[in-house]
């Protein structure tokens, strides 16, 4: 499957944004997609994950209640809605497709190319 991520972009603190991540092939609603980002020198990090019928969520302690993973399967597309944006959710974030439900990183198998959230105080 190939990603294309988009929708980022640059905010104050307390904004919002909304990262789309479009799929191509037909069974997109068979993989479980997850979001991660990479701050500037820091390692890459899982941020939010959903299982393919869209059903299941789970996001790390540091986005809880602020961002929300939904997906379209009609659309071969997952979404990333992020709220009450901080300067430390900078990062460039990555969409990524998995064959089952999972947060480890080394799991899943297609990549997006990043896009950049930068959130200025």
């Known amino acids: 499957v190939q990603l294309q991520a988009s929708g980022g972009g640059s905010v104050q603190a307390g904004g919002s944004l909304r990262l789309s991540c479009a799929a191509s092939?037909?069974?997109?609603?068979?993989?479980?997609m997850g979001w991660f980002r990479q701050a500037p020198g820091k390692e890459r990090e899982f941020v939010a994950r959903?299982?393919?019928?869209?059903?299941?969520?789970s996001y790390s302690d540091s986005v809880k209640g602020r961002f929300t993973i939904s997906r379209d399967n009609a659309k071969n597309t997952v979404y990333l809605q992020m709220n009450s944006l901080k300067p430390e959710d900078t990062a460039v974030y990555y969409c990524?497709?998995?064959?089952?439900?999972?947060?480890?990183?080394?799991?899943?198998?297609?990549w997006g190319q990043g896009t950049l959230v930068t959130v200025s105080s």
């Open positions: 959903i299982s393919g019928s869209g059903v299941v969520t």
């Open positions: 990524a497709a998995s064959g089952s439900y999972t947060s480890s990183e080394n799991v899943y198998h297609s």
């Open positions: 092939g037909h069974t997109f609603s068979s993989y479980g």
